[in-house]
Every structure is written in structure tokens, then in C-alpha cells.
């Protein structure tokens, strides 16, 4: 995207405090408080279903809270209609006027305002450049791409200089390619406005990619906030370990006490869990495929926690080689990474599964 000048922002935080909305007996929104910083790039990620749209269209104001309130920039827009709160909205179908042109799609919201007609070709004009369309302007949207299309919608949100952009799954028209490239130009984008945007999601490689900051959510709630690697590091329950890449969950039942408890896992196999470390009741034991590290049968444990297992399956993914390994009676998968001309373990093998104290988790539902 190449871009001359860009119009004026003025960066906005955004603040949600105690919302709660359902519809009917239907609790979408449960006791929601979360708080946006100005200038940032952040997500609601979940599946679908779990409220994030509904969130995303309070915030702009087409859905009502029940209790609650929305601020941007500290200023309570709560009871404000769509159109004076300084928001705009890409929406996922994009909602382009077939009959106009890209130009007079970008000028439309310009227009509808009233704003004088230099003021409306200078803002266009800036928008289009920006998302990289000028030499476009005249086409109608059925002579662009998906991914065009995609950036007139932009280029018609961010004419109105909004102080918070809204993207509702922005990317899912698009194919995978495209995706990919769209999500970098929206990222890039952003930082040279420096512009609040809020991104919703179900795609985690999407928010893991672009966001600053995410929120988790499930079943109304959010489950955690955190930057990226937060998340997928330090995930808060099961929910957001399991839904935030690929994570071993074995069940098992703490036993013992003091210097000498330990977890055990189904199938009786006893892994010692120090002290300093707090096992909630009901806890899973969890870690990361990439954590985990596949040794001979009867290699030394060192340090690291040395389990027994045997080879289930293999999955050759280009860079690495992920198995399946069983582990009394649970199962696991472990990354390895492909090197071209070692022979790979056979399915059926004795092995060690190594395991670093510092990457385990203990987390409930």
C-alpha cells in the first residue's frame, strides 16, 4: 500500500466495563471489562458463537448492553447513536455499492455528513492512496478482486477519520494466499495511522500475526488478555491452551505430599511436581508439542523429566515431523525437527519422551 499523507487520527483508548447483554433467555455478553490502550491493535479471538461479533457491534453501536458501559477516549458513548461515536466498521461482507464506483463508495459516508465537495475529493483521494487503489477509483467493485474490494471497504472507513477502526473478520472472503497478504497491508496500515483498531476472529494465526494484544473469548466470557506469546506460553485455563495451537492435555490425579508428591497420569505413570508449585483440584497436565523432545529408550533423563513411551504415528509437515507417542494410557504429540537424511523413528518404537519442568502446566477448564 502505498500511501501519501494520511489524514488526521487522533488515537483513542477504548474501555468496557461491566457489560452484559442477552437476548431472551440467550446470556451472550456475561460481565465483560476489558481495556483497549490508544494506538493499539487488538483482537477478540474465538469460536464462532462465543460473542465477539455482538461485542464488536456494541462498541459500534448497533447492539444495546443490558448493564454496562462503553467509553472511547474516556467519554461515555453508551447512548450514542452509530454515527456520533467516532467509529467506523469494516464489515465482513464488505457492503460495497455495486452501482457506484470505488470513488463515490468512499466518498458515500463523506457525503452523507455533508462536508464540503474539496474537502470530500481530498479525503477520497488520501484513503485511496493509502490502501493503494488510486489508479482504481473509477472501477466498480465487480471489476476488483476480493482482496480490492476489501481495501475500498477500508479506504471508506478510514475517509471519516474515525478514532477507532472495527474489522469483523475482515479476511474470511479471502482466499488463503490473499490472506496472508491483506493481513500484512491492514497491520502496516494501522501502524502508520496509528489508529485503535479492534479485530475479531476465529482464525488464531490471523490474531497471533497482526494483534498487539488479544482477548480470548468463550461462551461470552473472556477467558484471558495478553499479548501473543503470553497467551501461548502462560494460557490461563485449558480453554486458551487447547484453543491457541496444538497442546498435550493429559488427565491424571495429583498423590503424595510435601518433597515426595507427585502427578500421576492415566496409566500410572508418576511425574513429581515441586513444591513451589500449586496443582488446582481437577488440574490437567499440559505442554506444547515443541516442548517436548524424543530420546532413545534408554537414554539418561538429566535434568529433564525422562518418560516412557511408544511411537504411535508420524506426520511429516516439511519442517518437522510431529508424533504421536502413548504414554501409559494417554496420549501425546511431539515436534521434531526435519533434517534431511536421518532416518525417522518407526511407528511402534520404544522411546523417552524428555519433558523441562519449566514447560509444564497444570491448568483446570
Keep these: 500500500m502505498n500511501a501519501t499523507m494520511p489524514p488526521s487520527v487522533a488515537t483513542a483508548s477504548v474501555e468496557i466495563e461491566g457489560v452484559n447483554l442477552s437476548y431472551g433467555a440467550n446470556h451472550v455478553l456475561k460481565d465483560v471489562d476489558l481495556s483497549i490502550r490508544p494506538g493499539e491493535y487488538f ?54 455499492w455495486p452501482h457506484m464506483s470505488v470513488r463515490r463508495n468512499v466518498a458515500f459516508g463523506l457525503e452523507e455528513r455533508r462536508l464540503p465537495r474539496a474537502e470530500i475529493e481530498r479525503r477520497v483521494s488520501v484513503a485511496l492512496d493509502l490502501v493503494g487503489l488510486g489508479h482504481l477509483a473509477e472501477r466498480r467493485p465487480s471489476q476488483l478482486s476480493g482482496g480490492q474490494q476489501q481495501r475500498v471497504a477500508v479506504a471508506r472507513t478510514i475517509a471519516v477519520e474515525p478514532k477507532v477502526l472495527l474489522l ?7 482466499d488463503a494466499k490473499m490472506r496472508v497478504q491483506v493481513r500484512r497491508e491492514l497491520r502496516d496500515l494501522q501502524q502508520r495511522l496509528g489508529l485503535t483498531t479492534i479485530f ?21 466470557v473472556v477467558q484471558q488478555v495478553g499479548t501473543p506469546m503470553e497467551l501461548y506460553e502462560r494460557p490461563a ?16 490425579k495429583m498423590a503424595g505430599s510435601g518433597p515426595g508428591r507427585h502427578f500421576v497420569i492415566d496409566g500410572g505413570i508418576a511425574i513429581p511436581v515441586p513444591a513451589e508449585i500449586s496443582v488446582p483440584d481437577g488440574a490437567k497436565l ?35 515431523v510431529r508424533y504421536g507417542v502413548r504414554i501409559g494410557a494417554s496420549e501425546a504429540a511431539v515436534d521434531v525437527p526435519f533434517q534431511s537424511g536421518k532416518d525417522l523413528r518407526e511407528i511402534g518404537a520404544k522411546a523417552t519422551l524428555a519433558l523441562s519442568p519449566r514447560s509444564l502446566r497444570w491448568l483446570c477448564g
Design 43 to 96: 483482537a477478540f479471538l474465538g469460536p464462532s458463537g462465543c460473542g465477539k461479533t455482538t461485542l464488536l457491534r456494541l462498541i459500534a453501536g448497533f447492539n444495546e448492553a443490558d448493564t454496562g458501559r462503553v467509553l472511547i477516549g474516556g467519554r461515555d458513548i453508551s447512548s450514542l447513536p452509530p454515527w456520533k461515536r467516532d467509529v467506523g466498521m469494516v464489515f465482513q461482507s464488505y457492503a460495497l
Design 168 to 174: 469483523d473478520e475482515p479476511l474470511s472472503n479471502l
Design 200 to 220: 475479531v476472529t476465529h482464525d488464531q494465526e490471523e490474531a497471533n500475526t497482526i494483534c498487539d494484544r488479544i482477548a480470548v473469548m468463550n461462551d461470552g
Design 237 to 252: 485455563n485449558l480453554f486458551v491452551a487447547n484453543f491457541l495451537g496444538t497442546a498435550n492435555i493429559l488427565a491424571g
Design 286 to 320: 499440559v505442554f506444547r508439542p515443541q516442548h517436548a523432545e524424543l530420546r532413545e529408550a534408554d537414554a539418561a533423563p538429566g535434568d529433564d523429566l525422562a518418560l516412557p513411551c511408544i511411537i504411535t504415528h508420524r506426520e511429516f509437515l516439511g519442517a518437522s
